[in-house]
Structure formats: structure tokens, C-alpha cells
């Protein structure tokens, strides 16, 4: 029996999402005879130190994952799963990302205090929310709301939101669901008004290339239609050049099979919505295209963006 470590951050959320993909791999090991075991060793990295400090002017590339990523190189861990909106678009050589489970609820979601939808917040309301792409959109949708950041994990965000320090918080609906936590969510925002970021709702699991063994396992676990939708965003987004600390949001979606549009035999089309905003929500630039192939779809929307004026947005914003 081999006993497989699996890195996690301390967080509430990334404790209960690792025991979630550690469940969900015992079913699978029990159903395709793979004697493994799971152990949870718990990981403090630099983002979780610098929590309080606003992450978009510190750069946040990674912030999450590179000790993580040190400790798998150096065989103290042999897995580990992420957040995909919080994985870089570059992993170190020897590592790589093994499965891509399928996804849960992509949108944002808004929640407040008094039980009123986005439409019925008072005008000037506060709300919370750290993302520029967030911002950016509720800003488009609701010029006269006073957005402010805040900072720190859902549990404390949503104590924030409770105490009267804002009226409504923005959060991924995924998180909160994945905690459980499905009921304080007041308003699910559709993707045509709020645009989620690259992967939200998608986890990876990242392992060692030469774990042969356990790739066998994660592969069993891999969601295709999740892995070409996220591969189709997270190409989009690297065109672009940004993390997740940018105001870029992405979504795509695959066609049932049968009904793909101008796609060939057994092709199935795969449809990218892409935006960049400022982050006061004055310009939002938004592009969608339809294609099969999420690599060359991901560039043809990138490059759309691109040629609307998005490289200036983001110029400006890099500084
Ligand atoms: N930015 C932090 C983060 N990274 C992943 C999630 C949960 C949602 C997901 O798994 O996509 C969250 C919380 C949030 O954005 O509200």
C-alpha cells in the first residue's frame, strides 16, 4: 500500500476542497483496484503571510503554489490541489497537471447583508470585493455603488459582510459551495453581467511527470469537456499576459455533441467569451468566438480583444 501525500494550504476552503478530491480518489482507487492511501500535510505559503497587504500591488503570480511546488520536487509531497484560477499558466519542469475534475458553478455571486439583489442595494452601498475584474463589472452594471477591497479567506470575508463593515461582498459561487456554504449566496450574477475569472470553479491536480503510477489514477479522474473548456481561458489569458490579479474574466462552454456549428465529424464546438475592462468599469471590452480547437479559439479571442484597444488597458495597469 502506498501512501500518497497531498499538499494543501491551511485554508478553510483549500483544506475542504483536498479532502473532497481525496474522497472522491478513494472511490475511484476502490473501483479500479489501485492500493493507495491518502495522508494531508498542510503547507504555509507566501500568500498566506501577506494576506493582509493588498495582493494586486505585491504581483500575485503564484503566490500560492511555489512552496508547494518546492516541497513535490523535492518528494516531501507527491500531489496537491489547486484553485485552476490560482494555478499558473507555467508549471516548473518535472511537474505537471495530472487532472482537471469537472467543473462546479462558474459564476460570482453577490451577497448581502440585507437580503437585496444587486438591482435593490441603496445607491453608494459598500461593496467588498479585492478582484479588478470583479469591480470592473459591477462598476459597468452599478456606477453608483462604493466598491472597496477586502481582504482574507471566505470565512473572514463573509464575518466582514455579517459585522456591517459592507453591505454585499462579491465571491465565486464555487467556494462557497464547496464549503457548504451554498445557502448565504442572495444573487447569482450570469456570465453575460459578470464575467467569471480564467478556471473559476475548476480545480487541477498538480503531481510529479515521472509518478506514472498515480498519473494512472488522475487520469480516471479528468474531466475532458472541463479540461478543453479551461485550456481554451487559460490560453486567452496568457495571450494577454495576466494573472488573476488583472481585470480579465473568461468563460467557454462546449456544444452538446451533434449540434456543433461548422465543426467537422466528432469535433465539437467549443464557444470562448472573453473581456478586459478598466478597473473603474468605464470601457469594458468583451469578444466572443466559436472554434474547435481551444489553443488556436483562446488566440482568436485574445487577439480580438487586442486589436478593440485591450493591450492599452493592461499597459496602463502594469505600470
Ligand atoms: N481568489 C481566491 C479564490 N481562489 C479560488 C476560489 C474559489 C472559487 C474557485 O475555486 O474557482 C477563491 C475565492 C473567491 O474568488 O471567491
Avoid at 46 to 62: A, C, E, H, N, P
Avoid at 192 to 219: H, M, T, W, Y
Avoid at 276 to 303: F, N, Y
Amino acid at each position: 500500500m502506498r501512501t500518497i501525500m497531498v499538499g494543501s494550504r491551511q485554508s478553510a476552503l483549500a483544506l475542504t476542497q483536498t479532502g473532497q478530491v481525496i474522497a472522491d480518489l478513494e472511490r475511484l482507487c476502490a473501483e479500479h483496484g489501485f492500493a493507495f492511501k491518502f495522508e494531508v500535510k498542510k503547507i504555509v505559503t507566501k500568500g498566506d503571510r501577506i494576506l493582509d497587504v493588498t495582493l494586486s500591488k505585491v504581483g500575485g503570480k503564484g503566490l500560492f503554489v511555489k512552496e508547494i511546488e518546492q516541497a513535490m520536487l523535492d518528494g516531501e509531497i507527491d500531489m496537491a490541489v489547486h484553485s485552476m484560477k490560482d494555478m499558473p499558466s507555467e508549471l516548473p519542469d518535472g511537474l505537471i497537471n495530472g487532472a482537471v475534475p469537472r467543473r462546479i458553478d462558474p459564476r460570482d455571486c453577490l451577497i448581502t447583508r440585507g437580503g437585496q439583489r444587486l438591482a435593490g442595494l441603496p445607491q453608494g452601498a459598500k461593496v467588498g470585493t479585492s478582484s479588478l475584474r470583479r469591480s470592473s463589472q459591477l462598476a459597468a452594471l452599478r456606477p453608483d455603488l462604493d466598491i472597496q477591497p477586502v481582504r482574507g479567506n471566505i470565512d473572514s470575508r463573509l464575518k466582514k459582510l455579517e459585522s456591517g463593515e459592507y453591505d454585499a461582498i462579491l465571491l465565486a459561487a464555487a467556494g462557497l459551495t464547496r464549503m457548504g456554504w451554498q445557502d448565504r449566496v442572495t444573487e447569482y450574477l450570469p456570465p453575460q453581467d459578470c464575467l467569471p475569472a480564467v478556471g473559476q470553479g475548476a480545480l487541477g491536480i498538480e503531481c510529479r511527470e515521472e509518478d506514472s503510477e498515480l498519473r494512472k489514477l488522475l487520469l480516471l479522474y479528468n474531466d475532458e469537456d472541463t479540461a478543453l473548456t479551461v485550456a481554451a481561458e487559460r490560453r486567452f489569458l496568457s495571450v494577454l499576459n495576466g494573472g488573476c490579479q488583472v481585470p480579465i474574466g473568461a468563460f467557454a462552454t462546449l456544444a452538446a455533441e451533434g449540434i456543433a456549428s461548422g465543426a467537422g465529424e466528432g469535433e465539437r464546438s467549443l464557444t470562448l467569451t472573453g473581456m478586459v475592462g478598466t478597473p473603474d468599469g468605464a470601457r469594458i471590452l468583451k469578444e466572443t468566438r466559436t472554434g474547435t480547437d481551444p489553443v488556436t479559439l483562446g488566440e482568436q479571442v485574445a487577439e480580438a480583444l487586442i486589436a478593440k484597444g485591450a493591450e492599452s488597458i493592461l499597459s496602463q495597469l502594469r505600470g
